[in-house]
């Protein structure tokens, strides 16, 4: 009796160490803990219904919305490490739109969207619709001609509110009616909306929702002598008959022709937007283009291949040192910097930031 005791004892003993053994990896290795600021799946699946709620967005199927979502993360995951990698590297932070640097980017309503069907959806220059027979004479200013270093024709108030295009292809319909609207504004003191769904319906040259030139818009307002307004002529945001008694009659802004800046050329066309509102063509084919939300976009983007229509009602050459335009927009003001984006100006290749420069034109009374 007297021995069963220190064998108990040793046993216990036994039991302890080799428990201790069996913890001692866990307790040396515990498991790695998930990153603070990475989210879970179920964290990021109650993000992603708030934004559908925010953006009205509905699926016809489960399958497409869990698509939807696996696309949306994606872009979620590139907004982050944007952001990350400019607050390293500007110092700056990126949330400081107002000191212009470098751009940045932010969730908006193109996020369950890939680049390649954002660019399908919602861009609209197509270079294989029909150009002009009798394109508009290019027509140069005189370097003498007034240029202030800074203009902004929203100021003025010849800029009428950020409008939307929807997933119609309609961006070269509207960017033409934004130099029409300032045109008219600068002429007569009236800011009147025009429509852009007289040309969407109307214009032979160009392809409706598939996409069309603004060249070719200006061209077919000029040769009624005007455009009738958007509250008479709304936009639909599909191609429909074409109304030809307000195509030719219910005219709200008069138009007598159109210029073309000479390409290539950015004095010639600051000389151009000193004047007035100019359409432009640009390139848009990248994922910081879709979430751009503020400061100077300098790409990625080609010179060579655009894919947009945009109006330039402004430019500065000596804010801060830095030189931009103001490019006015169709994608809601939910989009940029409340619908505009700032691009560089001036650059050492001819056809400007994202091909800016190849194409302007602007309508003429």
């Not at 138009?255 to 073309?260: L, T």
């Amino acid at each position: 009796m007297a021995s069963s005791k220190p064998s108990s004892y040793v046993m216990l003993l036994l039991s302890i160490t080799l428990l201790l053994q069996v913890l001692a990896p866990a307790t040396a290795n515990p498991p790695e803990k998930r990153p603070s600021c990475e989210k879970s799946d179920r964290e990021m699946r109650f993000m992603f219904s708030q934004w559908m709620s925010k953006y009205a967005k509905s699926y016809s199927c489960p399958e497409e919305k869990e698509k939807r979502y696996q696309v949306w993360r994606t872009n979620t995951d590139f907004i982050g490490g944007f952001r990350s990698q400019t607050d390293l590297s500007s110092g700056v932070g990126a949330f400081a739109p107002q000191t212009f640097t470098d751009s940045f980017v932010g969730m908006n309503r193109f996020g369950d969207l890939n680049i390649d069907e954002f660019v399908q959806q919602f861009t609209g220059f197509n270079a294989t619709a029909a150009f002009q027979a009798h394109p508009p004479p290019i027509t140069p200013l005189s370097p003498h001609s007034w240029r202030p270093c800074c203009v902004d024709w929203r100021s003025s108030g010849a800029v009428t509110g950020i409008k939307n295009q929807g997933a119609c292809a309609s961006c070269w319909a509207f960017a033409a009616a934004a130099a029409i609207e300032g045109l008219h504004k600068i002429k007569t003191g009236e800011l009147v909306s025009v429509s852009e769904q007289v040309m969407v319906d109307c214009d032979t040259g160009s392809f409706g929702c598939a996409g069309g030139h603004s060249d070719t818009a200006l061209s077919l307002v000029a040769s009624r002598g005007g455009v009738a307004s958007e509250e008479k002529y709304p936009y639909t945001g599909a191609k429909g008959a074409c109304d030809v008694g307000k195509l030719l009659f219910d005219h709200s802004a008069s138009v007598s022709g159109f210029a073309a800046v000479p390409p290539n050329d950015e004095g010639q066309l600051a000389l151009a937007v000193a004047r007035q509102p100019v359409t432009v063509y640009i390139d848009v084919s990248a994922q910081e283009f879709q979430f751009y939300k503020g400061g100077i976009y300098r790409g990625p983007c080609s010179s060579s291949r655009v894919n947009h229509a945009v109006t330039i009602v402004g430019y500065c050459e000596n804010f801060g040192g830095e030189k931009y335009w103001i490019a006015k927009n169709s994608w809601s003001n939910d989009w940029g910097d409340q619908g505009y984006i700032y691009l560089p100006k001036d650059v050492w290749w001819p056809q400007g930031a994202c091909g800016l420069a190849t194409s302007p034109f602007y309508p003429t009374v």
